[in-house]
């Protein structure tokens, strides 16, 4: 079965870091870009950041720049979401998406990922 599977949200106070996994399985993630996207009670999804099959990384929201970073373990066909300095505003179910096809969509076409996970819910309070 092909799918993504996130795990690591929790709980944290502000100033904390929290690390998501998006682990895949079905397939092997190498040959695909991966995108992070979060959802905050009450708004609509936005991007947060994304890795290309080069590992060239691409930020859809500006709020997290210097804070968030992303990377990959293609040996354990997971992608990472690294989170510093957490803010309450981050508070968010935080999914990891992709495009089933392989090596169609790079990050520039993250919109059309149409491969999503479950998601994996933040929670950033004091």
């Known amino acids: 079965q092909v799918q993504l599977v996130e795990s690591g949200g929790g709980l944290v106070q502000p100033g904390g870091s929290l690390r998501l996994s998006c682990a895949a399985s079905?397939?092997?993630?190498?040959?695909?870009?991966i995108g992070w996207f979060r959802q905050a009670p009450g708004k609509e999804r936005e991007g947060v950041l994304c890795?290309?099959?080069?590992?060239?990384?691409?930020y859809s929201a500006n709020s997290v720049k210097g804070r968030f970073t992303i990377s990959r373990d293609n040996a354990k066909n997971t992608v990472y979401l690294q989170m510093n300095s957490l803010k309450p505003e981050d508070t968010a179910v935080y999914y990891c998406?992709?495009?089933?096809?392989?090596?169609?969509?790079?990050?520039?076409?993250?919109?059309?990922?149409?491969?999503w996970g479950q998601g994996t819910r933040v929670t950033v309070s004091s």
């Open positions: 998406a992709t495009d089933p096809i392989p090596t169609r969509y790079g990050c520039h076409g993250q919109k059309d990922f149409a491969l």
């Open positions: 079905g397939f092997t993630l190498d040959n695909h870009a």
């Open positions: 890795i290309e099959i080069n590992n060239r990384t691409a």
